[in-house]
């Protein structure tokens, strides 16, 4: 199956949102919107900023990222928010380990959630109930919470390895492979130059009209790396918004044969089911 990166972009959260709204509480959150940009202009993107940027996106076949993600919306009326501090290791063959830590104002972030991934297997671990589940990946892909991960690492394990390696390797580069994939003179496809107090950044922006879905990319220029990814959507009764902000993202982190595997302890149960959302 042919998969272009638009749709790569999106593929990793459209489908996960049905219902998650409903789980979370209108709970207030510190300020940590994404930057307004204080000047901007709109313009046919960047496509040779695309490419550096693929390049440094993909260049490792495993990533170490820090991030914050929060999540806003208004379901028939009632805002709701929740915001998570998140800590991932991602492997390419679908291999990952996150750290999750759900936020609360005025307290301390505690780790809420460990989600491991061998690849063909995943366990959701809560320690605050001390219970444990073992799903397979593509059941953990198709629910709720996979998203949780973060966007950007869904994004990373959604490209097959050898699509991986091609825009690595400078592929994007290729106008006829740019065009194979949708992204020459695609006009869903827009570039804003921002500025914000004290940083530049430059915003890739996909939209899809007919399901009311926009995606943003939000790129510092001079590194070509990824500040921090947007996902909004909109429906009759439902807005919703999902960012995550990129604190840090290390390439070849050291990992062991025990990174993606999950030794239960002692005390911990195993059910059948379970979410990794604490609410």
């Not at 290729?174 to 827009?190: A, C, H, M, Q, R």
């Not at 804003?192 to 940083?199: C, K, N, Y």
Request: glycine share 6%; no cysteine.
């Amino acid at each position: 199956m042919k998969i272009t990166l638009s749709t790569v972009a999106v593929f990793s959260v459209i489908s996960l949102l049905t219902g998650i709204v409903y789980a979370v509480p209108p709970k207030p959150l510190p300020p940590s919107a994404p930057p307004q940009p204080s000047s901007q202009q709109t313009e046919a993107f960047d496509l040779s900023l695309l490419v550096r940027v693929g390049t440094e996106f993909f260049q490792s076949d495993r990533y170490l990222t820090e991030s914050q993600m929060i999540m806003r919306g208004n379901s028939q009326g009632v805002d709701f928010s929740a915001g998570m501090q998140l800590k991932t290791i991602v492997q390419t063959g679908k291999k990952f380990r996150t750290e999750i830590r759900f936020t609360k104002p005025g307290e301390a972030p505690k780790i809420t959630g460990i989600v491991t991934s061998d690849g063909n297997r995943v366990t959701i671990y809560r320690p605050d109930l001390k219970q444990y589940a073992v799903i397979s990946y593509s059941e953990f892909d198709k629910s709720d919470d996979s998203f949780l991960i973060g966007l950007s690492s869904s994004l990373f394990l959604e490209l097959p390895e050898d699509s991986r390696m091609a825009i690595a390797q400078g592929g994007l580069g290729d106008k006829e492979v740019l065009k194979e994939i949708g992204l020459l003179d695609n006009p869903l496809i827009k570039g804003t130059r921002s500025t914000t107090p004290g940083e530049n950044l430059y915003i890739y922006e996909y939209t899809e009209p007919k399901e009311a879905i926009t995606f943003r990319a939000f790129i510092a220029p001079a590194t070509a790396t990824l500040n921090q990814i947007q996902f909004a959507t909109k429906e009759q009764n439902l807005d919703i918004e999902i960012t995550e902000k990129i604190l840090s993202r290390t390439p070849n982190p050291t990992i062991t044969p025990q990174t993606f595997k999950f030794i239960p302890p002692k005390t911990a149960k195993r059910v059948k089911t379970l979410s990794v959302s604490p609410f």
